[in-house]
């Protein structure tokens, strides 16, 4: 399966940042796969920030929930984040990735897409 990134490189703070995977090779709603977001700020670590599962149950960062959410397109085997209210802290780049579920462990993702950089402007 492959992942494919899109979205705005460039988000003005304060404004929502948009982000779409595009998945082919399988389907987004096969059983048992959750299809995360992950971000890695400059010089920092891998960060989740949520989750949308094959069966469309979300789940979100308890530090990002009251800004993020997660929506899919099954016709088009898409998944999508929204991230509200952004400031320069949310610079990153930005991954899309699968795994089964169960404890978030970065080493459990099995498909990774190549990431965009998104830069939050003051």
């Known amino acids: 399966v492959q992942l494919q990134e899109s979205g705005p490189g460039l988000v003005i703070a304060s404004q929502t940042l948009s982000l779409t995977c595009t998945v082919s090779g399988g389907s987004i709603t096969t059983n048992y796969y959750r299809w995360s977001w992950i971000r890695q700020p400059p010089g920092k670590g891998l960060e989740w920030i949520g989750a949308?599962?094959?069966?469309?149950?979300?789940y979100y960062s308890p530090s990002l929930k009251s800004r993020t959410s997660l929506s899919r397109d099954t016709p088009k085997n898409q998944f999508s984040l929204q991230l509200s209210s952004v400031t320069p802290e949310g610079t990153a780049v930005y991954y899309c990735a699968r795994d089964l579920g169960g404890t978030i462990a970065y080493g459990d993702f099995t498909s990774w897409g190549q990431g965009t950089q998104v830069t939050v402007s003051s």
């Open positions: 949308i599962r094959y069966s469309g149950s979300t």
